[in-house]
């Protein structure tokens, strides 16, 4: 059974600090992982996609990849309380005659408090 | 920028009746998808389909059957909806090539009563 676990929260981070989400996957041919932000009550919105090992930013977004370990985090900085959402971590899985199929992790609440 | 249009945002049905739920796209995307989202259980795949008229199977497709007759537009059907259908549809698109993210419709909440 193909794999994306993320710790469900909440994590509460004071507004200004640096709030880490974590995930890991199980399948190790994975090559594109992607982050998204979702809104209570609104559709997932993607954040970050990452393909090669190592760190890439955007903005105040810092998507981690590490391949050996099956590790992909996000990292954002000088957190603000709109960026209290659900986060979810997915992962590409080629089966079932696609190539666009993901695999979803459940999500990390993410709380900013001001 | 990507447009993923679901036809409805609120939908309240009955039990037994046939429900059809749309999803047009306007980036000539391969791929489509249907999602559920319930608390606590996540995402999970209905269907999806590759090209036109083609379909196959996701984690939960009992109950449900789709239609794909042009490329831009993917129809979830409820055969005769149930209460445990009550949840949140998404709809989403990409292209086949590999790599490449899906796009999500702002979403349907479907109350079956």
């Known amino acids: 059974q193909k794999e994306v676990e993320q710790n469900s929260g909440p994590l509460s981070v004071p507004e200004g600090a640096i709030a880490s989400l974590n995930c890991t996957y199980s399948?190790?041919?994975?090559?594109?992982f992607f982050w998204y932000r979702q809104y209570s009550g609104k559709s997932p919105e993607l954040i970050m996609s990452?393909?090669?090992?190592g760190d890439k930013e955007d903005g105040r977004f810092t998507a981690q990849l590490n391949k050996a370990s099956q590790y992909v985090s996000l990292l954002i900085r000088d957190s603000q309380p709109s960026d209290s959402a659900t986060y979810l971590c997915?992962?590409?899985?080629?089966?079932?005659?696609?190539?666009?199929?993901?695999?979803f992790g459940k999500g990390t609440k993410l709380s900013v408090k001001p | 920028d990507v447009k993923v249009t679901q036809s409805s945002r609120y939908l309240v049905k009955r039990t037994g009746e046939k429900v059809f739920l749309e999803c047009v796209q306007d980036?000539?995307?391969?791929?489509m998808f249907w999602y559920r989202q319930d608390p606590g259980l996540g995402l999970r795949l209905i269907y999806f389909?590759?090209?036109?008229?083609?379909?196959e199977k996701g984690d939960i497709p009992e109950g449900y059957s789709v239609s794909r007759e042009k490329k831009e537009r993917f129809s979830l059907i409820l055969e005769s909806a149930s209460t445990n259908q009550t949840s949140m549809y998404l709809c989403?698109?990409?292209?086949?090539?590999?790599?490449?993210?899906?796009?999500f419709g702002d979403g349907t909440r479907l109350s079956i009563l």
């Open positions: 990452i393909y090669s090992n």
């Open positions: 399948d190790r041919v994975s090559q594109s």
């Open positions: 997915a992962v590409n899985m080629n089966y079932g005659g696609s190539q666009g199929n993901l695999i």
């Open positions: 989403a698109s990409s292209f086949v090539r590999p790599n490449q993210p899906q796009h």
């Open positions: 980036m000539d995307h391969e791929n």
């Open positions: 389909s590759y090209d036109v008229k083609m379909k």
